[in-house]
């Protein structure tokens, strides 16, 4: 049984004076909220306890009570769906609007191919070892990939060459071992110096899959750390921080 995997980032930072607040993010976001949370503590003294998984994991964990004040979610669908079951949101709002990518890493095999209508044709062909994606059945950045490739003509290669990632993340970690020729992952991802020089990267057509836009979601309206926390992340400092990690400001 496939081993669900979750990326977790632990700010304990030793000066906070408050109790730390408990926020569950999408993977894709992981750089970005360490270092938007990193500041949070800087300016208000208060400690964030972050924990990276897919956004469908986590809507399931906070309908069953997971202890969560706040939560951004890669898609619009997760919060309807903490609502329909019968959990009070309090506020939620359009954070930042996403992209994907195909990626080849200079490990594979295909790694000259020259444009993305290259890489599709070799997709067509089954010319390749695996390629990575994230979960579509509960990561958003996955069923945007898999819509993308429907879109494209793809979709019918073997599944025995899809490698799925439990979310975005962990899609990211498979290109970056060299164990796929290829992935489709966050563009956001490709401004990590992990892929700096590396490899060749394709960004998909927005019109290929549904626009991909990330919330911010308030659990607790009695929670005056989450009020904050739910606040700073609109403020001007962090939408410089999204900004640079390569994601549109929503309006």
Known sequence: MRKLFYLAALLWLPEAHAQSMNVAVASNLTHTITEISTAFFQDEGEKVNLTFGSSGNFARQIVQGAPYQVFISAGEKYVDFIRDNGWEINDFKPLVHGRLSLYIPETSKLEQQATLADALKTMQYGDFRRMAIANPEHAPYGQAAREALVNAGVWVFSH???L????AAQAMQFCLSGSVDMCIIPSSFLTLEQFAGKGNSFLIPQNWHPPITQYAVLLDDGDEQGIRY????????SGAVFEKYGYSLAE
Do not use: D
Not at 164 to 167: L, R
């Open 160 to 162: 025995k060459k899809l």
């Open 164 to 167: 799925v990632g439990e979310n």
């Open 230 to 237: 739910f606040n700073y992340l609109s403020s001007v400092s």
